[in-house]
């Protein structure tokens, strides 16, 4: 989490994490961290990636805005 209110948005985050989320809650779970009460985020609004290490090194998949839309369901 970078950013002006990186702390506050990290704890909200550390609330709703598990190594066991899939791909789907992990998105929700950033996204609603990021929202907090006071603001409302859609795919637009974000750059989602993964980190891929299937192909024996690590590099970052990112998602494109509408698997984020279908995720966030908007």
């Known amino acids: 989490v970078l950013g002006g209110h990186a702390a506050a948005i990290a704890r909200r985050l550390d609330e709703s994490y598990t190594d066991e989320l899939t791909l789907a809650r992990a998105v929700t779970a950033g996204t609603a961290a990021l929202q907090g009460a006071d603001r409302s985020l859609t795919a637009d609004d974000l750059e989602v990636a ?25």
């Open 50 to 74: 993964m980190l891929a290490r299937s192909n024996g090194r690590r590099c970052f998949k990112r998602l494109t805005d509408p698997e984020v839309a279908e995720i966030l369901g908007s």
